[in-house]
């Protein structure tokens, strides 16, 4: 799903609402979830999962065409955690 059909489905369902207002709110969520990764805060939906940032140590890689050995430098990554609502659900307990 996109986040255009995810704001095509919450007008579908609140027809009460103008599609641009969900759109606003909607891109409004995923900037305040990527302002509280960005600060490294977690950020919990419960029921549904968590989102938070993990360090990636630096290592040593390999370049796939030549074979020599790169320094990769250290790096944040953003992890998702599903929550025991959501696997349940997906598992069909």
Same mark, same amino acid.
């Given at each position: 799903?996109t986040?255009?059909?995810l704001?095509?489905?919450?007008?579908?369902?609140?027809?009460?609402?103008f599609?641009r207002?969900? +759109?606003?709110i909607v891109?409004?969520?995923?900037?305040?979830?990527a302002?509280?990764?960005?600060?490294?805060?977690r950020?919990?939906?419960r029921?549904?999962?968590?989102?938070?940032?993990?360090t990636?140590?630096?290592?040593?890689?390999r370049?796939?065409r030549?074979?020599?050995e790169?320094a990769?430098p250290?790096?944040?990554a953003?992890?998702?955690?599903?929550?025991k609502?959501l696997? +349940?659900?997906?598992?069909?307990a």
């Amino acid at each position: 799903m996109t986040k255009s059909d995810l704001v095509k489905r919450l007008a579908a369902a609140n027809p009460h609402l103008f599609q641009r207002d969900i +759109e606003r709110i909607v891109s409004t969520i995923f900037e305040q979830i990527a302002a509280a990764l960005e600060r490294q805060d977690r950020v919990e939906l419960r029921g549904f999962g968590a989102f938070s940032v993990r360090t990636r140590e630096a290592r040593v890689g390999r370049n796939p065409r030549t074979g020599r050995e790169v320094a990769v430098p250290a790096k944040l990554a953003p992890y998702f955690k599903t929550g025991k609502e959501l696997r +349940e659900r997906l598992n069909g307990a």
